[in-house]
């Protein structure tokens, strides 16, 4: 039998939606984009809230030859589901994963000593290479090597035993933002330390910078490899891109009406009672809260769709439970189909309008969206 969670939502109305058609074409518009370089399709954080083991899948049956993820844990959980092209960690890792990392083949950015002894260790242990790639920091000062110390930090890691130095990486601060003076610095920075390791006899068959804004505006930076994520998910990160590229989104987020309610003027709504009828309204419960992900900051501040017509939420969102102004649908329902992303009779909430009520990105709105909600792929 099964227990927790799913258990619980098996019968919830709430779903998300996964349309798999629209994956496989948003995949290959953006590999035909990148024609001449290797494909990683990015699926860290859950796929982007879409679910990791089945994006996974359906990204190699779509033509990427690698996946690239952020914690070790979303890379066993690849290799325990069969998953066998190579998967790229993507972030620093502590030391003590290198056992689990070098087990299940998994791919690791190299920014520390500690890490690359550790996986040479375990490399020589198991009798087994591990392929790694190093990360150089170009400037946004998260994880990898400064440029002006990557000689020196070559020279003590690179001979040690069992490691297979495959790739050098970077990661651009800025191109999402369309700041390309700053962009092609980083990009030259990268170029100039690769030049300057080869010189001192460090090679690194595969280079790659570019995840989604790289892949559809920058051909000239795509090296050997793009690393497109929510690209792939329909959304280019930034609206500019539009134009450039033709991407359906992949979620659809929706639920039902879970019950109606006439109420008379001057009744204040939900907790704080921070809205207050101006007039009688009818109003209807929504079962999504910010216990799904669902952000309390949309509280009197967004909409969804019923009927084909928007509506606004109203009150303060609960841990399950949203409030909306029903009161200019006569024919409302319960049980009528909620649109909360997505689309309905013409009109539709894109994932972009939702992060802009949040002043926030569409990542984050997509990869908010707990496991409780149920994913359904079509
Ligand atoms: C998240 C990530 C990507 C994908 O970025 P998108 O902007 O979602 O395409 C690529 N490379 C690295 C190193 C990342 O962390």
């Known amino acids: 039998m099964k227990t927790g969670v799913n258990q619980l939502t098996t019968h919830h109305p709430t779903v998300a939606v996964i349309d798999l058609q629209a994956y496989r074409e948003n995949i290959g518009r953006l590999k035909s984009l990148a024609k001449n370089s290797e494909f990683m399709a990015v699926i860290k954080t859950n796929a982007y809230g879409h679910g990791i083991v089945k994006m996974g899948m359906e990204a190699i049956q779509a033509g990427a030859q690698r996946l690239g993820v952020t914690s070790v844990e979303e890379g066993l959980l690849l290799r325990k589901n069969k998953i066998t092209v190579p998967i790229h960690i993507l972030s620093a890792v502590m030391p003590e994963r290198a056992a689990d990392i070098v087990a299940q083949n998994l791919t690791a950015s190299i920014s520390s000593k500690k890490l690359a002894a550790a996986i040479s260790g375990e490399a020589?242990?198991?009798?087994?290479?591990?392929?790694?790639?190093?990360?150089?920091?170009?400037?946004?000062?998260?994880?990898?090597?400064?440029?002006?110390?990557?000689?020196?930090?070559?020279?003590?890691?690179?001979?040690?035993?069992?490691?297979?130095?495959?790739?050098?990486?970077?990661?651009?601060?800025?191109?999402?933002?369309?700041?390309?003076?700053?962009?092609?610095?980083?990009?030259?920075?990268?170029?100039?330390?690769?030049?300057?390791?080869?010189?001192?006899?460090?090679?690194?068959?595969?280079?790659?910078?570019?995840?989604?804004?790289?892949?559809?505006?920058?051909?000239?930076?795509?090296?050997d490899m793009v690393r497109p994520g929510i690209a792939l998910f329909g959304y280019p990160p930034d609206a500019r891109q539009n134009d450039l590229i033709d991407l359906k989104p992949v979620m659809t987020l929706k639920t039902k009406v879970l019950l109606l309610k006439e109420l008379p003027v001057n009744t204040p709504i939900g907790y704080g009672g921070s809205y207050v009828t101006p007039a009688n309204e009818k109003i209807a419960i929504i079962p999504i809260g910010h216990g799904d992900g669902y952000q309390r900051t949309f509280s009197n501040n967004g909409e969804m769709l019923i009927r084909g017509q928007r509506v606004d939420i109203i009150g303060t969102i609960s841990l399950d439970q949203t409030i909306v102004n029903v009161t200019h649908i006569p024919d409302v329902r319960e049980g009528d189909e909620v649109i909360i992303i997505g689309r309905q009779k013409g009109d539709e909430i894109h994932a972009r309008e939702v992060a802009g009520w949040a002043n926030t990105i569409v990542d984050e709105v997509l990869a908010s969206l707990l496991e409780r909600i149920k994913r359904v792929y079509v």
């Open 124 to 223: 020589v242990k198991q009798n087994r290479p591990a392929p790694v790639h190093l990360k150089i920091n170009t400037g946004l000062h998260r994880f990898g090597i400064p440029p002006g110390e990557a000689v020196e930090f070559c020279a003590e890691v690179y001979d040690l035993p069992g490691l297979y130095w495959e790739g050098i990486y970077t990661h651009f601060s800025s191109a999402d933002d369309g700041e390309w003076r700053k962009t092609e610095k980083e990009f030259n920075s990268f170029k100039e330390t690769v030049s300057r390791l080869n010189k001192h006899g460090f090679y690194f068959p595969v280079q790659h910078v570019g995840g989604s804004t790289i892949t559809i505006e920058r051909p000239d930076m795509h090296l």
